[in-house]
Antibody, heavy 120, light 105 residues
């Protein structure tokens, strides 16, 4: 069974930094692209970033480009999101999400999400 | 950037009804479209990909169609478990989600 468990969320001040982690199990982690998707309170889904299976390729939404960095450690089955220069509008639940093997870009499994609050 | 617009934003329906949700793309995405269901307090769940292919384990009352810029998600006979928010997602140029359609009783 695929499991994705996020950690590292919490309260941070505007301008601060935070690193989210996602521990994966139940599948061969290094074979799959991995994503971060976020959802502001009461709002819709916003894709944040994706990293390819071996970490060579990364893409970011314009809203986080230059401030967030996605990475992975395949030896530990872990995905990371380093967030810096955080703003109020980065407040959201952040989901770790597994890419589909069949179709690039489709997300076939999601973690339960971890809340991040940016506030002074 | 490719924008996705879903309609309606909210849909009221009864158990047993047939409902359709529309997703329009700002430019052609061929069939690079997925649909997800999200219930309050839960993570989203993949329903359909490549516009019309049902994900394994998803009930056959769900179906998708369309190509280019216009797509639909249809639920043929609403069940109590189907009342949720539905999102479309394009994956032809980076990834974008629609704003969501809340399906309520």
């Amino acid at each position: 069974e695929v499991q994705l468990l996020e950690s590292g969320g919490g309260l941070v001040r505007p301008g601060g930094s935070l690193r989210l982690s996602c521990t994966a199990s139940g599948f061969i982690f290094e074979h799959y692209a991995m994503n971060w998707v976020r959802q502001a309170p009461g709002k819709g889904l916003e894709w944040v970033s994706v990293v390819s299976d071996y970490g060579a390729t990364t893409y970011y939404a314009d809203s986080v480009k230059g401030r967030f960095t996605i990475s992975r450690d395949n030896s530990k089955n872990m995905l990371f999101l380093h967030m810096s220069s955080l703003r109020d509008d980065d407040t959201a639940t952040y989901f770790c999400a597994k890419g589909s093997m069949l179709v690039q870009g489709v997300i076939d499994h999601w973690g339960q999400g971890i809340p991040v609050t940016v506030s002074s | 950037d490719i924008q996705l617009t879903q309609s309606p934003s909210t849909l009221s329906a009864s158990v047993g009804a047939r409902v359709t949700i529309t997703c329009r793309a700002s430019q052609s995405i061929e069939t690079s479209l997925a649909w997800y269901q999200q219930k309050p307090g839960e993570a989203p769940n993949l329903l359909i990909y490549k516009a019309s292919i049902l994900e394994s384990g998803v009930p056959s009352r769900f179906s998708g169609s369309g190509s280019g810029t216009e797509f639909t998600l249809t639920i043929s006979s609403l069940q109590p478990d189907d009342f949720a928010t539905y999102y479309c997602q394009q994956y032809t140029h980076y990834y974008t989600f629609g704003q969501g359609t809340k399906l309520e009783i």
